[in-house]
């Protein structure tokens, strides 16, 4: 971990530059959020999802705030909730379990079974959002993976995932939306599927989409 950080705050640059994009008729297939830094960022990206996540785009919100049952330094659990109401607004929401446990006030364990599991996603989606998928999660010693929920048709899907896959979780959210934009039925398999997808696997998934 660094001993220290530098910041450039630009948030005032966020609103002049989507009007900009809304000036020139500017579209997108998808918009994805990830590290937000102020309750300012959240009300933005709101803003802009309002603006330009329409006509058949998806807004895919990864609410990095939180792991391993801690929130960051610079979050609290005000924070958390308020970023629950951007991932109301997603198509997919794409939470580890600390992160989802922040926003809907649930018990953060470590140890724990499928019900649990499901019974966040199903809570996830009753915020708003379409689909929930969990990253992070482990059945069985040596495994990490996903686990997600649609609610418009009640389906859940896991994965089976290599221990590798702590280290490449942004790629992992990039092959899952790829596949989505794209409607990939061959991406989507990657991202769901039965045996152990492996770090080189997951890249070379990126590099070739």
């Not at 959002?129 to 990253?135: E, R």
């Not at 590798?164 to 596949?179: M, R, S, T």
């Amino acid at each position: 971990m660094f001993s220290s950080f530098t910041v450039k705050d630009l948030t005032d640059q966020i609103k002049p530059i989507t009007d900009h994009w809304a000036k020139e008729g500017i579209t997108f297939d998808a918009m994805y959020t990830g590290y937000l830094g102020s309750f300012e960022q959240i009300d933005l990206m709101k803003e802009m999802a309002d603006t330009f996540v329409k006509d058949g785009s998806i807004l895919f919100v990864d609410p990095a705030m939180a792991d391993n049952g801690k929130l960051y330094p610079a979050f609290n659990e005000d924070f958390a909730k308020y970023m629950a109401t951007l991932c109301a607004k997603a198509d997919y929401v794409v939470p580890n379990i600390t992160e989802a446990c922040f926003m809907l006030g649930e018990e953060y364990k470590e140890k724990y079974d499928e019900a649990y599991v499901k019974n966040l996603l199903k809570k996830l989606t009753a915020l708003g959002a379409k689909t929930a998928v969990l990253t992070g999660v482990s059945f069985e010693e040596g495994k990490t993976g996903v686990m997600g929920y649609e609610k418009a048709t009640g389906e859940y899907v896991r994965s089976a995932i290599g221990d590798k896959f702590k280290d490449v979780c942004d790629e992992y959210h990039n092959i899952l939306l790829e596949a989505i934009a794209q409607t990939s039925d061959e991406l989507m398999d990657k991202f769901f599927n039965e045996e152990p997808i492996s770090r080189e696997e997951a890249l070379e998934a990126i590099h070739n989409g």
